[in-house]
């Protein structure tokens, strides 16, 4: 969607008042996210583009694999793969025909606290395809076979998953850091969870999480806004007005400077590092975005790539980001390298944490983390569904239907003294958690891991 592109790229540059961010000459009028309200009340935000004949749709109904009950987990993620398996009176096989005949595009996935829907046609299938959409989510079948199908897949998923060292890793850091916490668990489920669950659990599922409260709606595309709004109560008017959702407490990652190893054999070790990060409603989220861009997420730009893979050869890669959900935020990072340099490489990536936290960034470094994130962030929205997932998302994360025009700003207002004290804030070396996957040398667990569930 080139056009689209560009005027976000335009509409970016044109807000952001420095050196590196002029406004572009001659830039044509720049679109606005609109807010479409339903006749029944249902809310989209909405960015019209009629330069191809493509409508894409992404709906975030708040739940996902937190609310997994116990003995039960993967229950979620089953119920969103079910979904697409056949509703109303189409069985999966003519349901997946149906959606192909109509060039559509149609997926439901499960988070930690969401379970998105993504949906993609073509202007002349609008009508047809969107009754496909609607079936799914008002009238799925969730049968019996299409579960037993679902269910081998995530088995092999699952038996896939324990052979990877990077899987097991992040799974043992997630099932540490967070211990009872309904994050704790993994979404995907376990073998004996997988094998308990029938199709009434999926209906249970289907029934607390699919509905109308605080569903979040992206629309971009080939429809006007007075088009949109009657479809939205079609396709979602159905449905129940409200859930039942279990209420996920806030919670923070505690690890207490732990190392924790898993023994493989294997010539090189997966290492998965983390700690408390910010939620993004955080005031200082932008400020660790740029200081995580310093430390370790701007590539090979970043002091992590620069002391531990140039100058100390001890890796090919190593990163860090920062995660969040609707209960937290972490900082996580990865590292993969021989079994000989994983100590040393825990010690420099501890070392990096501290000095930052110590010391923050220079202003050379943070001028630059500015650039690169303000330049670099429209050429992620490069189609009409990456979009609409964006407009999903800033719903959830509370950014407001500004967030386009604001955006650049948020990150240019940082001072240094901002980054300085945020650095202190959030890197703490102490507080992270290492698990590493292989035959680690000189690496000694300073407790032992739990066992798998």
Known sequence: MPILRRVLVLLLLATAGSAFAQPAPNAPKLPEIQRVVSPGGIEAWFLPDRSLPILAITLAFPGGTAQDRKGKEGETDLTAQVMTEGAGDLDAEAFRARLEDLATNLSISAGRDAVTVSFRTLTRYREEALGLLRLALVQPRLAADALERARERQL????????????????????????????????????????????????????????????????????????????????????????????????????????????????????????????????????????????????????????????????????????????????QGSVGTANAAVARSIAMIRSEFGRMASEGPTAAELENAKRSVIDSFALNLDSTGRIAGFLVNLQRDGLGIDYLKTRAERFLRVTLADAKRVAGRVFDPDRLLFVAVGEPENLKPTRDSPAAP
């Open 156 to 331: 092999s998923a699952i038996a896939r998953a324990a052979t990877s060292p990077g899987e097991i890793a992040r799974d043992l850091w997630w099932r540490t850091a967070f211990a009872d916490h309904a994050y704790g668990h993994t979404g995907d489920g376990t073998p004996a969870s997988i094998a308990g669950i029938g199709p009434e659990d999926l209906r249970t599922v289907w029934r607390s999480q699919i509905t109308r409260a605080d569903v979040k709606i992206g629309v971009v595309g080939d429809i006007a806004a007075d088009q949109l709004a009657p479809l939205l109560d079609a396709l979602l008017g159905a449905l129940p007005a409200k859930g039942d959702l279990t209420a996920v407490p806030e919670v923070s990652a505690s690890s207490g400077g732990d190392v924790l190893v898993v023994r493989r054999q294997q010539s090189q070790s997966v290492v998965v590092f983390g700690g408390p990060g910010l939620r993004r409603s955080d005031p200082d989220f932008e400020t660790a975005h740029l200081v995580n861009y310093i430390l370790g997420g701007g590539g090979f730009s970043a002091r992590l790539m620069r002391e531990v893979r140039e100058k100390a050869g001890l890796a090919y890669s190593v990163s860090t980001g920062l995660g969040t959900l609707e209960a937290t935020g972490v900082v």
